[in-house]
Each structure stands twice: as C-alpha cells, then as structure tokens.
C-alpha cells in the first residue's frame, strides 16, 4: 500500500467520513507535499527533529515499538494553522478535526513509509 492509499484510509476511519482518494491525495500533497506530487516525510522528521520536545516524538515514529502521541496543536504549530484550514476545507471538515485527524494519522504515516 502506498502512502497516499494509507492516508486515504487512515484519514477515512479517524475522520468516520468516506473520503475520495483523489481528494485526500490532493489534500495531502498540498500538506505535507515536496511540490513534485510526493509527500516529504523526510522534511517533516527533519522540522521536527528540529523543534525541541517534537524531536522525541518523531524519533518514536521512525523507530521500533510505539508512537509517541502528538497534540492537534503541535500539528497546528508544526504544519501552520493556514495550511492545516487549507487541508481540512478541502476534506470538507474544520480546522481542530483535521488537525485531530492528522495528530492520529501522521505518526502511522511516518512509521509504514
């Protein structure tokens, strides 16, 4: 499974909506995306290895055994409220949900790619 196929799923089952996987491909890529239709997840453990107390968490992620829990608010401080507004307009919900979302999501994310 691909990331974007993950995504799509993982997202579906947090946010209990049936999302289109065009829709949420395009929603992430805009997220998380490395402007050549990717995701960067390797940017994104860099900006948070970078960012204090979220450098632990992302070193659970990438590492054997559990995730470490991320608050929807160091997704929003992480990502940006702007950009996390974006992505949650164009899955069709709010700005706390989708950053709930990805805070569930993310580390899952992270941990199968």
Do not use: C, H, Y
């Amino acid at each position: 499974m691909d990331i974007f196929q993950l995504g799509t799923q993982l997202l579906s089952e947090k946010l209990g909506m049936a999302l289109d996987a065009d829709t949420v491909t395009s929603a992430l890529s805009g997220l998380l995306g490395d402007g050549e239709g990717n995701i960067d997840l390797a940017g994104l453990a860099t900006k948070m290895a970078g960012s204090g107390d979220l450098g632990g968490i992302v070193s659970s992620w990438l590492g054997d055994g559990a995730n470490s829990a991320i608050s929807a608010d160091s997704i929003l401080s992480l990502l940006g409220e702007g950009k996390v507004s974006d992505f949650a307009s164009t899955l069709g919900t709010d700005t706390d949900t989708a950053a709930a979302g990805l805070a569930d999501v993310l580390p899952q994310m992270m941990d199968q790619a």
